[in-house]
């Protein structure tokens, strides 16, 4: 069966520095892969979609890798701040499929 | 504000009650989901909605009953539930199946 894997444990990273974040996943293979921010009760937000064609993605301080051989994508925040701190959700997808799964997240302390 | 409005906030029932969710979105999007998230799990994929159409059930119990009037509006229907049910309760839609997931800020339920 499909699965996906984030780093389990919550990640400190000093104010500044680059945060980065994995998602594997294996059985499967995406057409695409998305993240999500999510803050404490309330619902995912919508930052990056990165296609199988595409090996990086930028936006801002953001940005996303898709390596569909290793079946990796990594999330980099640069220049982070403590505002970044939230839980972090990949979401490897199928072509136009309705069934999107999600990685159980890794939650992300920027550290002042 | 995401455009997508969730009611119920917050919910807390008794194990023979029987009430609903409601979700609403103003995004003219085509697809709507439930998920449910429970505390140190994965989002979970309960239903979709594709032009009022259900698409996906994902193997949930028959006490939650989906209902889907149009394609603004998605209900869930609750029904003698379980305290293993308590959860946090999150609406989304989408233009391009399963692209780009609007959630709304959920319903935080808790079951006596």
């Known amino acids: 069966s499909q699965k996906i894997e984030q780093n389990s444990e919550a990640l400190n990273i000093q104010e500044g520095k680059t945060a980065t974040l994995t998602c594997n996943y294996t059985?499967?293979?995406?057409?695409?892969l998305q993240w999500y921010r999510q803050d404490p009760g309330r619902g995912p937000v919508f930052l990056l979609l990165i296609r199988e064609n595409e090996k990086e993605k930028r936006k801002e301080r953001l940005k996303v890798t898709f390596d569909t051989t290793l079946k990796q994508s990594l999330f980099h925040i640069t220049a982070s701040q403590p505002a970044d701190s939230a839980t972090y959700l990949c979401?490897?997808?199928?072509?136009?499929?309705?069934?999107?799964?999600f990685g159980k997240g890794t939650r992300l302390h920027i550290l002042p | 504000e995401t455009g997508v409005t969730q009611t119920p906030r917050h919910l807390v029932m008794g194990m023979t009650n029987k009430k609903s969710l409601k979700c609403e979105q103003h995004l003219g999007h085509n697809a709507m989901y439930w998920y449910k998230q429970s505390a140190k799990k994965p989002l979970e994929l309960m239903f979709v909605y594709n032009f009022k159409e259900q698409t996906e059930n994902n193997s949930v119990p028959s006490r939650f009953s989906p209902e889907c009037p149009n394609s603004s509006h998605l209900f869930l229907h609750l029904h003698t539930l379980q305290p293993e049910d308590s959860a946090l309760y999150l609406c989304?839609?989408?233009?391009?199946?399963?692209?780009?997931?609007?959630f709304g800020s959920g319903t935080q339920l808790s079951v006596l």
């Open positions: 989304a839609s989408s233009q391009d199946g399963g692209e780009k997931l609007f």
């Open positions: 979401a490897p997808s199928m072509n136009r499929d309705d069934k999107i799964i």
């Open positions: 059985n499967y293979s995406p057409a695409y």
